[in-house]
């Protein structure tokens, strides 16, 4: 039984990386057919952007596969703090869309379009991302510890979408700059009337990630209640 399962769930992780896979390749032709019809690299940018947001997934897919060689579980804090510095790339590409606004050459709505596609890979690919952590944390902790970090580590996720997007920090300068980083941090930390901006963001944004992420989750384990509940229970649903 234990190895059916595991096969199950090698399935199912191949089964997300060919989907991933696509459609990250949909989002670079996108692109590359805009730049070939333009003449203009307008929008190449994106391509940077969702390359950083495969980083926690690709983190977060090889602490499924090996976390059980893990034998101390606090040495899981190093690829954690590296995963949670790259995780707000993921939703960070959903601001891109301030860069939306008509263009010659190129219809609207293929703009609209493009971003849009990013976005939603984006933001996929961290709330999967987020999924294997918080599954990987349970596993070695509990579900209390899985549940706080996966919150926490959206709310943090939404200042580093401001700190990305209005302050223009990136998630090197934790060794690159990190004292430039950590005063602009803690000038907001310790004086919050006087950004309410860096408060407005982070609350709108978390409140949006979390609920998304919540829909989700509740989505997924709906479904697997439903598939493994039977033949008979599913006829009951029809």
Not at 30 to 49: C, D, E, G, Q
Not at 189 to 207: C, E, K, N, R, W
Request: charged share 10%.
């Amino acid at each position: 039984m234990r190895h059916l399962y595991l096969r199950l769930k090698e399935r199912n992780r191949l089964n997300m990386l060919i989907l991933f896979f696509i459609t990250t390749a949909l989002c670079i032709s996108l692109v590359a057919f805009r730049v070939h019809y333009t003449s203009k690299v307008t929008f190449i940018f994106l391509l940077w952007n969702i390359f950083l947001a495969l980083i926690p997934y690709g983190v977060s897919t090889l602490l499924v596969l090996y976390h059980d060689k893990i034998s101390n579980r606090w040495l899981l804090t190093l690829p954690f703090l590296f995963w949670l510095c790259f995780f707000p790339n993921a939703p960070y590409i959903l601001t891109d869309l301030f860069h939306l606004k008509p263009r010659t050459g190129v219809p609207y709505w293929y703009d609209l379009a493009l971003i849009l596609f990013f976005a939603w890979n984006g933001l996929m690919l961290g709330y999967a991302s987020l999924m294997d952590m918080q599954a990987v944390l349970t596993r070695h902790f509990n579900t209390w510890v899985g549940w706080m970090v996966a919150i926490g580590s959206l709310v943090l996720g939404s200042f580093g979408i401001y700190l990305g997007r209005y302050l223009r920090w990136n998630s090197w300068d934790v060794v690159s700059s990190p004292e430039g980083l950590l005063r602009d941090i803690a000038v907001r930390v310790l004086d919050p009337m006087d950004h309410p901006q860096t408060y407005g963001v982070t609350i709108v944004f978390s409140a949006f990630l979390v609920m998304g992420y919540l829909l989700i989750f509740q989505f997924t384990h709906a479904y697997r209640q439903t598939a493994h509940s039977g033949p008979a229970a599913n006829k009951a649903l029809l």
